[in-house]
């Protein structure tokens, strides 16, 4: 199922519009490409809907913010929304500042996301924000994300992939949890980034099933660390590893995507 | 002849203005280095025509555009046909937005443009616009590109490079045939970027000779992605091909350029 | 004492906040996160005040600037001037264009800076500027560097680290030279501004001897750039240096700094 997900993308070759940070857009467009899509990186008001309007996927990323880049979101979603392509949000420390949660907010109050990817403190700042109660805070860590990220994604009607240790899935009614990825991956700027670009590719074609769309994207990214993270010589490090997860991405095939994902159905 | 051509860019060592794109800005810069060229990103208004006076050559990028840098461009277009500083013209994805056309349009129709270097869209796109009568198109892929880019050239008054399976470089009158380059190159995010701020560099020291600067570049650029291909080891994709380019390019001797170009006088 | 300040930035894990260049703004991450910092990069003057007041250091780079970005700069570096957060200036180009020129003014008049990280050239362009008194040329570089170095550190009271082939590493009195580094390094686009976002997470969590955090990030790039060299193997240029010197500093521990470190203390 999730080897066919990637056959999907290969085969569709879909264009994604991302509207997203300077610091990782080069990782993005080299992700997407690698997996088997077309990367087009625009964040400018003037040509948010012409751009969007011709792309399978659209993702907003928060990095990197400014006035003019939170137009173009708002104009890209309303575009994608009429049209139905399918939005990926990556709320990149959104809770750092007030301009980034009043834009995340203004984001999923105008414009229906398909995919929330974020860590457990964004997502804690989303559900703080968007309904004013508290997110759970708990000892035990997975509980609190697990509770913390259905809560959202019933809030907002959406799928919310939770990634950390362990990486939490879900629609809001089922939970899937995944145990792919690699401590060293934290050393790649614009992993989160990544992941999130190369879902836009993901839930661009496979739009019956977005909650096993993200999932998959999910563990193969995940796997690729491993996978990488093995690989390395004596000498090599985070930008080798870098190197390797994207290299990994290029020749990767359906047949090791399904045999190395680590997931499981846990409501 | 060539390899001639290399050697100046490294005994003359140019400073090359780029105007371009995040997604890309880091490798073209990179490339530049390697080429033993100078590069200097900037793309504010405020700064553009001090920067362009003080370079060998000008390259406009329409990648991540936006209104400053439209008209950080076009600042930097006449202060480099003031000072008769060769300008390099990428249209990125020009047919993706009627943003980047009119800015396409604006740049074209207001500046001596020395070099544009694009793919079979982006030049149909041009031609199309800049003259409201259609490109060619045509079962014969190669003889549509060739008819295009000399139409082009035509009407503009400069040499076009349009990269594909096979390049074809063009000043309206003659027209050369490269069978450089490797399949993989299209997995790189910013390729064609990197050619386009190369010839900034080529053009910007060898400018008693456009046409066969910009083929040398040309050239250049499609042997580095062989050579890289050719390099790559068991598990190494995409990334590591990215790393092997520029890699090669600071390698490259003028033997070796000279010995693997693979282009052809058509006309 | 040299490996302890890297063990301290590595134990603390330092937020460091960047406004900074597109074109490296990527490896200047990375490397922050190789050394065990984190960082956020962060440029609209709407959240340049929250985004510094979480930091524990702040850099400014004036690499592809604008109008917004340095907006963002004041707002930032007055905040961090209330807070105590050190702030490293790196004038990236500050000759290169009167926008930059003033930009840079307006910084050290109304910010204080901690150490200032630039070439030999962007010392002289800021003594000149901030004294209208000149900068010292002469036949014996490194006398002008050290004189030009004091000089601009006595001026605006803080460290100034002027790189080239022989660092030097100044608070207006004493004096360090530093002989770490490597001649490839100059092929790598932002290996300068690398050292100055490490910088900031050196001297954010060792505030109690500026000039010596400095130093020690000084001599360490440097010998990360030695060492990557050194580790080259046939085929490899410029782009795999870029690489080594990351995963280095990600491998680097306190007894190979500590042994490698080439300084010595001139007045």
Do not use: W
């Not at 999907?8 to 690698?34: E, F, G, M, Q």
């Not at 003037?46 to 659209?58: M, R, V």
């Not at 977005?210 to 690729?224: D, I, K, Q, R």
């Amino acid at each position: 199922m999730i080897g066919k997900m990637l056959e999907n993308v290969r085969n569709k070759r879909p264009l994604v519009h991302c509207i997203t940070n300077y610091v990782s857009a080069n990782d993005c467009a080299n992700a997407l490409l690698a997996v088997g899509a077309s990367p087009i990186m625009a964040d400018d008001k003037n040509e948010a809907e012409d751009i969007t309007g011709i792309c399978s996927g659209l993702v907003l990323n928060l990095g990197t913010l400014s006035e003019n880049k939170i137009e173009a979101m708002l104009i890209s979603g309303k575009t994608a929304n009429a049209k139905d392509i399918p939005v990926v949000f990556d709320p990149v420390g959104v809770g750092s500042s007030k301009f980034r949660m009043a834009a995340a907010k203004k984001i999923v109050s105008s414009i229906k996301i398909a995919v929330i990817r974020a860590n457990s403190a964004e997502v804690k700042s989303l559900l703080y924000s968007a309904a004013s109660n508290s997110g759970v805070d708990s000892d035990d860590e997975i509980e609190a994300d697990i509770s913390n990220a259905k809560s959202l994604a019933k809030k907002l009607g959406c799928v919310v992939v939770l990634t950390g240790k362990t990486d939490v899935v879900t629609d809001g009614q089922s939970v899937y949890l995944v145990r792919n990825g690699h401590p060293m991956m934290k050393y790649v700027t614009g992993a989160g980034c990544q992941l999130s670009a190369v879902m836009g590719a993901f839930i661009g074609v496979n739009r019956s099933d977005v909650l096993l769309s993200a999932l998959s994207a999910v563990c193969m990214m995940g796997l690729l660390g491993e996978t990488a993270a093995k690989r390395l010589k004596e000498g090599e490090g985070s930008a080798s590893l870098r190197t390797g997860i994207i290299d990994g991405l290029f020749l990767l095939t359906q047949e090791e995507l399904e045999k190395g994902c680590k997931y499981e159905k846990y409501i």
